[in-house]
């Protein structure tokens, strides 16, 4: 019989720690939380000091009598939930119903799933911390009080089913008020001038710059015009030569919120995505002769600490790979937020001996590529920075400068193993510049003036506003996904090539909540609250405090809100078409999937269509139909003949009205990683596109 009983949450990691542990030990799972906030009421006694109202989560029963009779046998209980807030609010709530004295060394907390760091952990367990149960308890009891005094206000103003959040209302007021900025943008005329050079047989580039004394924006063609009539012909004079030596230094290794968005940006995956795989490597993988083994650190987690003893083996480890030249001599400090809790390492392989490669016939493609991922950052975040040589010339033709500028990696340190993606940024065109000499002369063949326009700040994909909630301080590691998939389910926005587009609905929630809730989507409110609730677990205020701070007046607003707001009928809009079955208007309506038609005659008559966008292409297959633009189920755009199914023509790729000047077949626009290329679907004709 086993003399001690270890609860965690899953099954998968009961499994992994109970082999470490040996036959003294019996490890079961919780499965996540047993005990919440009642769903049918609001479970919160505001006269009460907010004294919570816990009950058993439906269909956890079973599993709570199974922990308390297996409770009874052991000598000992250890509860080893993961070592967050949450997991601590977890263990709290077992020791509750298991009672279990929360002041004794019951608690036991490890960072990562491997054997040694099991087997330490329990070596030193210790009491509850109860101020990390209160902050989480708080932050609990906050979103119930928002959730349950708002969301009836708008079922009963506006439509059935709708939610407001303390975070979530924060993130859909960014994603409005940036899609209000993209409405009022005015593009602002630019232009280029890039001239076509040869040295010693090798081409390269330079850009207009100025005259000879600064730098000079040339905005209209006129001042285009100007330049190049100052130019004195093709002959270009070197007049400025600076050579440097510059470090390029590594990116700090995982949190929470940067391996969201590299995942995005590298891999595709969307934030529920990411967090579900790396929950799947922390809690263990079977790799073989080893058995389960926990491939990477607990994933949710704000700093970019690692441990000495991870450091050491993955100097050790870069040495032998690469040799000693590329080993970090001097440590580079990784900038964090000022909300950063530190509460346990960066997101990091928990052995570098396992690289990406020998771990390939263990795991799936998708927890193989974010296995590598990790890995490979975690790497290079040890390793010495790369050293650019870099070049800037300028050439003088007459008064106009032009500067060329070019960089050669003179050692590559940690680029030989990862290089950080980026957002919302074209690729550096910056080669390798000819060897030049100050006061020598080179020829142009070509001059080459374009024209642009400034373009609107971008929509918000998932990586970029996950990385903005995290920098104004707004929600934690573990809310950044949930968060993301509520605005969407409730049909708040919709995804439009991967950016986040705010629906018709979900700006009438944000107008209802700004006007009577203005704190609730106050961007500093809502991280002082965030900043109040780190007070709590640092003991430095009562939870109860926060929240009667906080209550006191969201109470007045509520009622204010109940009386004043007025009912928000969404009118349907006129499609501007009949239904074909009843001969009733047919109207526009927002689904959970958004707009769609159907007829106005409902429920007598329940006819409905998609909505589709004639892009002015006649069908290249039954040359009768129009093109049209449809979204598949996965929200994915795709092209079809109006006249389907009797004609079956559909392209991922869009038609256009042009036929290919080659073979006269048809052209589609082709979306290329580095842009739109436009090609023929029958022969090897291509060209650029004008986007």
Not at 26 to 38: F, Q
Not at 131 to 151: E, F, H, K
Not at 417 to 433: H, N, P, S, T
Request: glycine fraction near 6%; aromatic fraction near 8%; include cysteine.
């Amino acid at each position: 019989m086993a003399d001690y009983l270890v609860i965690v949450e899953s099954p998968a990691k009961a499994k992994t720690i109970e082999r470490y542990l040996g036959k003294k030990y019996k490890v079961r799972a919780s499965i996540g939380h047993l005990r919440d906030l009642p769903r049918s009421q609001m479970g919160v006694d505001t006269e009460n000091n907010y004294e919570p109202k816990y009950i058993t989560i439906r269909g956890k029963g079973p599993i709570l009598q199974e922990l308390k009779k297996e409770a009874k046998k052991a000598k000992k209980i250890f509860l080893a939930a993961d070592p967050d807030r949450e997991g601590e609010a977890i263990a709290w709530h077992l020791a509750n119903q298991l009672s279990i004295d929360i002041e004794s060394d019951c608690r036991v907390v490890f960072n990562e799933i491997t054997k040694d760091a099991i087997k330490e952990s329990f070596k030193h367990p210790r009491p509850i911390d109860m101020n990390r149960v209160d902050a989480q308890q708080a932050r609990r009891i906050l979103d119930r009080l928002v959730g349950y005094n708002i969301s009836p206000i708008l079922w009963k103003k506006v439509k059935k089913g709708l939610s407001a959040g303390r975070v979530q209302s924060v993130a859909l007021r960014l994603i409005i008020d940036r899609e209000n900025e993209i409405k009022v943008f005015v593009p602002e005329e630019y232009w280029s001038i890039t001239g076509q050079f040869t040295k010693d047989g090798k081409k390269f580039e330079a850009s207009y710059y100025g005259d000879a004394k600064k730098k000079l924006k040339l905005e209209n063609k006129k001042q285009v015009d100007e330049v190049l009539s100052k130019m004195a012909g093709d002959q270009f004079e070197i007049v400025n030569l600076v050579k440097k030596e510059r470090k390029r230094n590594p990116a700090p290794p995982f949190t929470t919120s940067s391996l969201q968005q590299e995942a995005a940006r590298k891999l595709n995956f969307r934030a529920r995505k990411t967090m579900m795989l790396a929950q799947q490597l922390y809690e263990g993988i079977n790799i073989g002769k080893e058995g389960i083994v926990g491939l990477i650190t607990y994933m949710r987690t704000d700093s970019t600490r690692i441990s000495e003893g991870a450091k050491e083996e993955a100097m050790s480890f870069i040495g032998t790979m690469y040799g000693k030249e590329f080993i970090a001599t001097s440590k580079v400090k990784a900038k964090e937020s000022s909300n950063t809790q530190d509460a346990h390492e960066a997101v990091r392989p928990t052995s570098v001996m396992r690289p990406p490669e020998s771990m390939k016939p263990y795991l799936s493609r998708d927890q193989l590529r974010l296995y590598k991922l990790i890995w490979e950052r975690f790497v290079a975040s040890q390793m010495a920075p790369a050293i650019l040589d870099t070049v800037t010339a300028d050439l003088m033709s007459g008064e106009v400068r032009f500067r060329a500028t070019g960089s050669e990696v003179k050692f590559p340190g940690f680029m030989k193993v990862y290089i950080e993606g980026e957002d919302d940024k074209e690729e550096e065109k910056e080669g390798i510049l000819p060897p030049l000499e100050q006061g020598e002369k080179v020829t142009s063949s070509q001059i080459d003036p374009k024209q642009h326009f400034t373009q609107p700040p971008p929509r918000y994909s998932e990586a970029r506003l996950v990385k903005t909630l995290e920098e104004l301080g707004i929600g934690r590691p573990s809310t950044y996904a949930p968060t993301l998939d509520t605005i969407q389910k409730r049909g708040y926005v919709t995804l439009d090539a991967k950016r986040f587009v705010p629906t018709e609905l979900g700006e009438i929630v944000h107008q209802a909540v700004n006007q009577y809730f203005p704190d609730i989507i106050n961007i500093e409110f809502t991280a002082e609250m965030e900043k109040n609730l780190d007070e709590v677990e640092e003991g430095n205020i009562g939870w109860v405090q926060v929240i009667d701070e906080f209550y006191k007046e969201f109470e007045k607003d509520v009622k204010v809100a109940d009386e004043e707001m007025e009912k928000i009928e969404i009118k349907d809009e006129p499609a501007g078409e009949d239904c074909e079955i009843c001969g009733s208007p047919m109207v526009f309506k927002m689904g959970r999937y958004g707009k769609f038609m159907a007829c106005s005659n409902f429920p007598d008559c329940r006819n409905t269509k998609a909505i589709v966008k004639p892009i002015g292409v006649t069908c290249p297959l039954c040359k009768e139909g129009q093109v049209v633009e449809r979204k598949s189920k996965t929200k994915r755009i795709f092209y079809g003949c109006d006249r389907y199914p009797e004609c079956e023509y559909v392209s991922w790729d869009k038609p256009i009205s042009r036929p290919c000047p080659k073979c006269q077949s048809t052209l589609v626009e082709k979306r290329l990683k580095k842009g739109v290329q436009i090609q023929c679907t029958e022969c090897d004709y291509k060209e650029d596109a004008q986007e």
